[in-house]
């Protein structure tokens, strides 16, 4: 049944997919684990340590801008924090955490209000 769900989706590398769910059956996260990993697989989200890592930074440093802008009542610092803090959320490349958070960053320096 995990095999024709992963296949089913039409995309690429259902191989993978199916070892997703084959690893969490395996390390007994029992049914609920296994469609939580098709799940996942299925969308194409796959969480890896760097960009819970990264989000974590991004998300440290959006704060640091955000308590910055509010106290010092700038607005470019407090938008960009707050939106360091959100975009980990919805990226899903480490790549394009990287890219989007380091640009995210260079906003307040460049744009002065």
């Not at 089913?8 to 996260?29: I, Q």
């Not at 010092?72 to 899903?92: D, E, K, N, S």
Request: aromatic share 14%; glycine share 12%.
């Amino acid at each position: 049944m995990v095999a024709a769900t992963a296949r089913a989706s039409g995309r690429r590398h259902a191989e993978t997919r199916v070892l997703y769910a084959d690893r969490a059956a395996s390390r007994g996260y029992g049914a609920a684990g296994v469609r939580y990993a098709v799940a996942n697989a299925i969308r194409g989200i796959v969480l890896n340590a760097s960009m819970l890592w990264w989000g974590l930074l991004f998300g440290s440093i959006g704060m640091g801008f955000f308590i910055y802008g509010r106290k010092q009542r700038v607005i470019v610092p407090l938008v960009c924090g707050v939106a360091l803090m959100a975009f980990p959320y919805f990226v899903t490349g480490t790549l394009w955490l990287i890219v989007v958070g380091i640009a995210l960053m260079a906003i307040p320096y460049f744009v002065r209000a």
